[in-house]
């Protein structure tokens, strides 16, 4: 299964990317045993239309346009779930490799917010709380999720976990 991450926008440098990589790094060898290809980051242009459900209908497509119609699409938009522990997580990632899904994307909506069209074809929505934060930092903490999942499938210890998690 081959994992992308769609994003709207680009990281200048700075902490935030550096950060992202970093973890985007130490995943590529712990996917690569498990079934999953290296950690593709698509950085998507941010549109420049004027009016802020155009530049979401722009920004989605491009996101869409990532997802091949057997891929899973996994988005990150303030309206999705915040209560899912990161092993379940992780098994839900993991069935969707078991059952021959080709690619999960997760996709990181731009300034506005994810169109709504994205939102129904996500196979989930996830939410990092009702916070407001700002893009870098969701796309850190996107590719932290992706390492801490992958160092749970693979035994790890790095997630050290709640006990009360399920």
């Known amino acids: 299964m081959r994992l992308l991450v769609a994003a709207v926008g680009r990281l200048k440098a700075g902490p935030e990317r550096d950060l992202a990589a970093r ?26 239309a004027r009016r802020a459900p ?10 869409l346009a990532q997802c091949p119609a057997a891929g899973v699409l996994l988005a990150y938009d303030e309206r999705g779930r915040s209560d899912l522990p990161s092993p379940t ?4 990632i993991a069935d969707w490799r078991d059952g021959q899904r080709p690619v999960l994307v997760i996709a990181i ?4 917010g994810l169109d709504p069209e994205v939102r129904r074809r996500a196979d989930l929505t996830l939410s990092f709380g009702a916070a407001t934060l700002p893009h870098g930092l969701v796309r850190v903490l ?15 210890p790095y997630h050290r976990g709640n006990p009360d998690e399920a």
């Open 54 to 63: 155009d530049r979401c209908a722009e920004e989605g497509t491009a996101i």
């Open 109 to 112: 909506g731009g300034a506005d």
């Open 23 to 48: 973890y985007r790094d130490r995943a590529i060898p712990i996917a690569r045993g498990l079934g999953f290809s290296a950690c593709d980051v698509v950085e998507i242009a941010e549109s420049r």
């Open 89 to 92: 997580l992780a098994g839900r």
């Open 142 to 156: 996107v590719l932290e999720q992706v390492y801490r999942t992958l160092t749970i499938l693979s035994g790890h």
